[in-house]
């Protein structure tokens, strides 16, 4: 795998893959957004032509519409190199509608491309409907989904969550995990704990996994409005330590303004948990509202405060609800997901056909 950013193999994988990392990956911020990504450019180095020429690929999997896709579609041109575009998902950040020149561009790409795939449904949507490519290269399967020996299989050891928050059955533990920062919607899940207080609901505690700019801001916030009882901020954690915190839980919470994908979703449900997902995720294309968790628009702290009081009323909803997110990743995993990669393989090369199947729950919000 050629790469410019690599943050290591995940516990349990180590070297399992060649990994090449290529020059640096800088990004050029145009615009800022609050809330959302912003308006960037990811620049990568176009040396990643020199390993390519000594591997001398037949496939080619590239991420999304970057300098290195553009590459590897000028190179297919010469060398008849099968492309595959990759596109996590569909985001407001990250789609461009509003430009179309860069649609344009896409577009090209898109049409160069020997297939495209996405996460979601959404990506697929945005790749055919906005994109206008032919349905028939286009396919949407979760193929960015966690690996639950990298997870389920870390030391159950949860005494240093023991040490910030003693066990209380009686009192429900919804997990915030995440950068603190604007466009992840922290501060939405503290109106909505707000909201509860107003409401009478203090009998439960909020864990806040994760660092960022914001954090300073928000824990003043909670303070402010007397949160301190129920918000404990629990800073950065490794990833390889972050297991004892959704085995702790009880419900995840992911108020996103916008991500294209969010596997963190996917990782709280192999955890048995369910989830209060943000309509702002790709993910939440995984959650079917009363079964798994539920769906929400994107800032909308009163409804996300009216469906956690559900599960501070109802002590056992988290359980039964959790059972059903088992139930749903029983049916993704990275074995699935590389069969549906070697399947799109198959495709670009002998126009196999594509088996592997992904139907997106249906949401169902109510506001």
């Known amino acids: 795998m050629l790469t410019a950013r690599w943050p290591g193999y995940a516990k349990g994988f180590e070297d399992s893959i060649s990994v090449q990392v290529v020059g640096q990956r800088k990004i ?134 023991n040490l910030l928050l003693k066990r209380d059955d009686h009192r429900p533990v919804f997990l915030f995990v995440g950068r603190i920062m604007p466009r992840k919607g922290l501060q939405h899940l503290l109106d909505a704990a707000v909201r509860l207080k107003e409401k009478g609901y203090t009998d439960y505690n909020l864990l806040v996994v994760g660092d960022g700019e914001q954090r300073e801001e928000l824990q003043e916030f909670a303070r402010f409005n007397h949160l301190d009882d129920c918000v404990r901020w629990v800073g950065r954690v490794d990833y390889d330590q972050i297991s004892a915190y959704f085995r702790y839980a009880d419900v995840f919470v992911m108020p996103t303004l916008e991500d294209t994908w969010g596997v963190v979703v996917l990782e709280a449900m192999l955890f048995g948990k369910p989830v209060l997902c943000s309509a702002g995720a790709g993910s939440s294309e995984v959650i079917t509202d009363g079964s798994n968790g539920y769906v929400f628009e994107p800032g909308n702290p009163e409804y996300l405060a009216n469906v956690m009081s559900k599960f501070i009323d109802n002590p056992t909803l988290a359980q039964m609800m959790g059972e059903h997110s088992k139930q749903v990743m029983a049916t993704y995993s990275p074995e699935k997901s590389a069969q549906f990669l070697a399947e799109i393989v198959g495709f670009v090369c002998d126009r196999q056909s594509v088996t592997v199947q992904y139907s997106a729950q249906e949401e169902n919000l109510v506001l």
């Open 28 to 161: 050029v911020e145009f615009s800022s957004s609050a809330t959302g990504y912003g308006s960037t450019l990811t620049y990568v180095t176009p040396a990643v032509m020199f390993p390519l020429f000594r591997f001398w690929p037949q496939v080619i999997f590239t991420n999304a519409f970057g300098i290195w896709t553009l590459i590897a579609l000028v190179l297919k041109l010469f060398v008849g190199w099968k492309v595959i575009i990759a596109y996590e998902g569909s985001s407001p950040g990250v789609d461009f509608r509003n430009s179309q020149l860069r649609l344009l561009m896409r577009r090209i790409m898109g049409i160069l491309a020997d297939a495209c795939i996405s996460n979601s449904q959404a990506g697929k949507d945005y790749l055919v409907n906005v994109l206008r490519l032919s349905d028939e290269k286009v396919f949407a399967y979760p193929y960015e989904v966690p690996a639950a020996e990298s997870l389920l299989g870390v030391s159950e050891d949860e005494s240093e969550v």
